[in-house]
């Protein structure tokens, strides 16, 4: 069973960057796409970004042009570059494991417990 864990939240300033990173315990990522996802307080949880096994990405609106997600093959991680960050980025994200990329949550069959993202004005 794939087991994604996050890693690389924290505190930050708008405009500042944070990477977030993905690993996998137990079984690695090899075959399957990859999805950040986040919940910001009161808010149900909403799809970020992913990345297809071969290299296909796919962004929200909200993101697009500000967060970049990559792959490590070897490592088997998962990455999100957040640039340009803003107050409303503000939440716990998640990274998941599915057998297709997608942009919703129930394509995704393996959840991490989450890291915080705070973004301060």
């Known amino acids: 069973q794939v087991q994604p864990v996050e890693s690389g939240g924290g505190l930050v300033q708008a405009g500042g960057s944070l990477r977030l990173s993905c690993a996998g315990s137990?079984?690695?990522?090899?075959?399957?796409?990859m999805g950040w996802f986040r919940q910001a307080p009161g808010k149900e949880r909403a799809f970020v970004a992913a990345?297809?096994?071969?290299?296909?990405?796919y962004y929200s609106d909200s993101v697009k042009g500000r967060f970049t997600i990559s792959r490590d093959y070897t490592k088997s991680a998962v990455y999100l570059q957040m640039n340009s960050l803003k107050p409303e980025d503000t939440a716990v994200y998640y990274c998941?494991?599915?057998?297709?990329?997608?942009?919703?949550?129930?394509?995704?069959?393996?959840w991490g417990q989450g890291t915080q993202v705070t973004v301060s004005s």
């Open positions: 998941a494991a599915a057998t297709q990329a997608g942009t919703t949550l129930d394509g995704y069959d393996y």
């Open positions: 137990g079984r690695t990522f090899g075959g399957y796409a």
């Open positions: 990345i297809s096994w071969s290299g296909g990405r």
